[in-house]
């Protein structure tokens, strides 16, 4: 409670962030710490200090921690050096991809004069990586979506087998346009739902064979019947299941 009152006192009263800077040091090598010591010298205006800081940061913090990864490379953009910043935002990119981490990390290569390359690079890393299967292939999917290449997202989601969530995610937009390629992947949302085992799940599992036969009747295939009839045997010991889908006119 002190410290969190002397916190307080020195941020909004004394405005003294050098000690601020000394009373978060005390608590070191705590990696959240050198972070707020960069984030307090970089508030103050200092921002060669905050970045010294922050260096230390990552060879002396206990743990990694990548707000300071973050600060850092926020901080050398800040002051000119590229390089390093792209070099940063390629760390953080391969240790967690995302949407963001990519955006970023091509902001800063193009400030570097290095887009091309680390475009090329950070697709063939999300591709190695998605090439390992599961949620590997995930962050690609989401990469590719976020640049608008639905096709492409499909294409790598079917390709490497993505997590079963967005893989799901991916076959409700695509079914609009390509009903005989979601088929399968509404099927085996079909049997999740029914391993709920529950009046719920089963509802939901009827409603989705319900748009199962609409998406069969798009994509001119006349395999719905024996569709049905195959979960219908499967789960034949679900009295709730097979009312549910009765009630739905399957």
Same mark, same amino acid.
């Given at each position: 409670m002190v410290r969190i009152l002397l916190e307080d006192f020195h941020k909004t009263i004394s405005h003294d962030t050098d000690a601020l800077v000394a009373l978060y040091a005390e608590d070191l090598p705590t990696a959240y710490r050198y972070w707020q010591i960069g984030d307090a010298l970089r508030t103050a205006g200092r921002r060669d200090e905050a970045i010294t800081w922050l260096r230390r940061g990552l060879t002396? #913090?206990?743990? *990694?921690?990548?707000?300071?990864?973050?600060l850092l490379a926020t901080l050398l953009t800040e002051t000119g050096s590229h390089d390093e910043a792209a070099?940063? =935002?390629?760390?953080?990119?391969? %240790?967690? +991809?995302? +949407?963001?981490?990519? =955006?970023?990390?091509?902001d800063a290569a193009e400030r570097a004069g290095t887009l091309a390359g680390t475009a090329e690079r950070a697709d063939a890393h999300? $591709?190695?990586?998605?090439? =390992?299967?599961g949620y590997q292939a995930d962050p690609l999917v989401e990469v590719l979506l976020a640049a608008g290449d639905a096709d492409a997202?499909?294409?790598?989601?079917v390709r490497y087998r993505c997590g079963h969530g967005i893989l799901w995610r991916l076959a409700q937009d695509r079914a609009a346009t390509h009903p005989a390629d979601v088929i399968p992947v509404y099927a085996a949302q079909v049997e999740q739902e029914i391993e709920g085992?529950?009046?719920? !799940?089963? #509802?939901? !599992? #009827?409603?989705?064979? %319900? !748009?199962? =036969?609409?998406? $069969?009747e798009r994509a001119g295939?006349?395999?719905?019947?024996?569709?049905?009839?195959?979960?219908?045997?499967?789960?034949?010991?679900? *009295?709730?299941?097979?009312a549910a889908l009765t009630k739905a006119g399957l």
């Open positions: 002396e #913090a206990a743990h *990694p921690n990548q707000r300071i990864d973050d070099g940063i =935002r390629w760390r953080l990119f391969t %240790s967690s +991809p995302s +949407p963001r981490r990519h =955006r970023e990390l091509l999300l $591709h190695e990586r998605a090439a =390992r299967g997202a499909w294409a790598a989601g085992k529950n009046k719920k !799940a089963y #509802a939901e !599992a #009827a409603r989705l064979m %319900s !748009a199962l =036969r609409e998406l $069969h295939s006349t395999g719905f019947a024996d569709y049905v009839a195959s979960v219908k045997q499967q789960h034949r010991l679900k *009295p709730s299941l097979l």
